[in-house]
């Protein structure tokens, strides 16, 4: 199973990490994704990272500002976030699946993730 933590209500400007730890299973082999949800809105790719064959795809919504990495050790995925805007509060979620089935340019696609964990709320105020 998946656990995305780290969320919380944070003012513009402040940075937040997100970790994402797979219980039970290694992420070797494995593309994480990180998705968000905004009230009212549909889900949206943020970015991901390819555990093994490494590479790394990313939103232009996030880019510069939200970094993905990785610890092999901790088996956890990390989602930085930096200069963080009031738009980005939503309900963030990692996702998991085989890399095999991914080209860099397909990691956004959500449907081709199978593995999902529970979200947690990054809420930004002004």
């Known amino acids: 199973q998946l656990q995305a933590s780290g969320g919380g209500l944070v003012q513009a400007g402040d940075s937040l990490r997100l970790s994402c730890a797979a219980s039970g299973r290694t992420f070797r082999g494995y593309a994480i994704g990180w998705f968000r949800q905004a009230p009212g809105k549909e889900r949206e790719f943020v970015t991901a990272?390819?555990?093994?064959?490494?590479?790394?795809w990313t939103s232009d919504s996030v880019k510069g500002r939200f970094t993905i990495s990785k610890d092999n050790a901790k088996n956890t995925v990390y989602l930085q976030m930096n200069s963080l805007k009031v738009e980005d509060t939503a309900v963030y979620y990692c996702?998991?699946?085989?890399?095999?089935?991914?080209?860099?340019?397909?990691?956004?696609?959500?449907?081709?993730?199978?593995?999902w964990g529970l979200g947690t709320l990054v809420t930004v105020s002004s």
């Open positions: 990272i390819r555990w093994t064959r490494g590479g790394t």
């Open positions: 996702a998991a699946d085989e890399e095999r089935k991914f080209i860099l340019s397909s990691l956004g696609l959500a449907r081709l993730y199978d593995n």
